[in-house]
């Protein structure tokens, strides 16, 4: 790792609980989508949890900071309640495609002499070689790159630190709100597996038999199976309608632009009846794609999606896609800022509307 920083912030919000009240590894390990996006909307998107190979706690995050969508893999070096300081080399997705961050993020809870609480946020991002490797590439100059990741990333801190203060105060004030014990040892937090339980796990089914067997095996009464008919895509793509005839369109167009299709799952993480995937997407460009006609390469792209599962079928979606990414493969793009520019647009603007959740 190297040790230049490319962004180190910090900051304070006081809440009105008493600190021997606040949990902060309970809450971090507990805490649901919807409560992690209210923490700095718009730019959290979902959040999961599991473990690391070596068994300790992981939290998962997507957020969005600044034009790059950062997807965390949190592992937790310290858990206890006053103290948070996780470790994450995370996948960033940016409009010239895609490369890695180490990134750092402690929290801390401090008692007040008035009986309060303080909450002290802190994330430092540093460059890992691949990110090197990404610059170097794309002729940024590390200096340029700092500056526009800082500044990014301290807005984004900033904004969230009252969010995430606030969450804590509300799961210290509710009734057995934090854990009995004085610490969290990390065999007693729940993980992906254990914190799904048996509906949990029957949804991540759904999500996975959609991800295999329709998209990667094009089983078309599988769809019919595993879709509402009611189902909603709050994220459909451009030609195709939001509902479940518009996302079988999409599906078909992918396997007949790309007849050998099919999908790389990295991980699950489920929160109630939303299960969230990170997966990666290979094919070979066999027919005409957005416009584009076919070249016979072989190509790439990642997506993070979430879709609720209801009694066993799938009924919404929301999702962000590296369409930037597949179009340079394709061609599509070339070095000119105009080029750049259209299609960082079109990601901007998918992953915009992945974030616009109904809550229910």
Request: with cysteine; charged share 25%; net charge negative.
């Amino acid at each position: 790792m190297s040790t230049r920083t490319l962004s180190d912030s910090t900051f304070i919000h006081i809440i009105d609980v008493q600190a021997d009240k606040v949990d902060i590894a309970e809450w971090l390990f507990t805490l649901p989508e919807a409560e992690f996006q209210q923490c700095c909307p718009p730019d959290h998107v979902t959040v999961g949890v599991g473990t690391g190979a070596d068994g300790r706690p992981m939290s998962i995050g997507v957020e969005q900071i600044g034009k790059t969508l950062l997807i965390h893999h949190y592992i937790g070096e310290v858990v206890a309640p006053h103290h948070c300081r996780m470790v994450s080399t995370s996948d960033a997705v940016t409009p010239d495609g895609r490369t890695t961050v180490q990134a750092t993020w402690e929290l801390r809870a401090e008692a007040t002499d008035d009986g309060r609480c303080t909450i002290t946020n802190r994330v430092v991002l540093t460059p890992t070689g691949d990110y090197f490797a990404f610059l170097d590439g794309h002729g940024i100059t590390y200096e340029d790159a700092a500056g526009t990741v800082n500044a990014a990333a301290a807005d984004h801190n900033r904004r969230e630190t009252p969010g995430l203060a606030a969450s804590i105060a509300r799961r210290a004030s509710t009734p057995n709100g934090r854990h009995a014990m004085d610490s969290v040892p990390a065999a007693k937090i729940r993980n992906g597996d254990s914190a799904a339980g048996p509906d949990g796990e029957a949804a991540k089914a759904v999500v996975r038999r959609n991800t295999e067997e329709v998209q990667g095996g094009g089983d078309y009464a599988v769809f019919d199976e595993l879709f509402a008919d009611d189902y909603v895509d709050h994220t459909p793509q451009p030609g195709t309608t939001p509902d479940k005839a518009g996302t079988r369109l999409l599906y078909q167009s992918l396997r007949a632009a790309f007849p050998d299709f099919h999908p790389e799952i990295h991980w699950q993480a489920v929160d109630g009846d939303l299960v969230t995937t990170h997966k990666t997407y290979h094919g070979t460009h066999r027919g005409v794609f957005l416009g584009v006609a076919p070249t016979g390469r072989e190509i790439h792209f990642e997506t993070v999606d979430a879709m609720r599962v209801h009694n066993g079928r799938i009924v919404e979606h929301w999702g962000v896609a590296n369409l930037f990414s597949l179009m340079k493969q394709l061609g599509r793009v070339d070095a000119t800022t105009a080029h750049r520019s259209d299609v960082a647009d079109m990601v901007s603007h998918t992953q915009r509307r992945c974030r616009r959740r109904i809550q229910c």
